[in-house]
T-cell receptor, first 114, second 115 residues
């Protein structure tokens, strides 16, 4: 069975400092992994996705994530936070080889301090 | 290309009523999924429709139902509304719909308030 755990419900960083949002997953097969961002009163927007190609995935707005199979992790990072990054971030897992549901993490609220 | 659209954007109902929400996917997308988002439970999968057939279903009571039309537009219905049904209901479309390499594109959601 699939599952995904976002280790922090809230993360606060100062503008200009690095961002790290942690995600661990559990999957019986070869997973696809995604990060989505949700700004207030908006729908979800795809940031990046991992689909068994390069383990370091670059996304939009300077975000990237590294798939580490040995650690079953897919942490999201950004070198320098911007005020506009304040939002909720969701880590998502699904199995490539099964007709299974997509599983969302509980979300991490990112706060950017001026 | 137009994005996923959902109507209405906001809705207020009272307990016991029923409600129908609508979702128009991106042109060419055949899969439509519905999610309920609440502060306490986060994002929860309701169901997925593909080519007018329900292909996956989450753990929601039978009061929650849906359908998909031949043009891939989808509707979601909730009968006998309860206070706990107050949530943001999100619709997402994808080209094929398997939870693999095809990412989902989300609409802005319908905010349902049950009084």
């Amino acid at each position: 069975a699939q599952s995904v755990t976002q280790l922090d419900s809230h993360v606060s960083v100062s503008e200009g400092t690095p961002v790290l949002l942690r995600c661990n997953y559990s999957s019986s097969y070869s997973p696809s992994l995604f990060w989505y961002v949700q700004h207030p009163n908006k729908g979800l927007q795809l940031l990046l996705k991992y689909t068994s190609a390069a383990t370091l995935v670059k996304g939009i707005n300077g975000f990237e994530a590294e798939f580490k199979k040995s650690e079953t992790s897919f942490h999201l990072t950004k070198p320098s936070a911007h005020m506009s990054d304040a939002a909720e971030y969701f880590c998502v897992v699904s199995d490539m080889n099964r007709d299974d549901k997509i599983i969302f993490g509980k979300g991490t609220r990112l706060h950017i301090l001026p | 290309k137009a994005g996923v659209t959902q109507t209405p954007r906001y809705l207020i109902k009272t307990r016991g009523q029923q409600v129908t929400l609508s979702c128009s996917p991106i042109s060419g997308h055949r899969s439509v999924s519905w999610y309920q988002q609440t502060p306490g439970q986060g994002l929860q999968f309701l169901f997925e429709y593909f080519s007018e057939t329900q292909r996956n279903k989450g753990n929601f009571p039978g009061r929650f139902s849906g359908r998909q039309f031949s043009n891939s537009r989808s509707e979601m219905n909730v009968s006998t509304l309860e206070l706990g049904d107050s949530a943001l209901y999100l619709c997402a479309s994808s080209i094929i719909g398997r939870g693999g390499v095809n990412e989902q594109f989300f609409g802005p959601g319908t905010r349902l308030t049950v009084l």
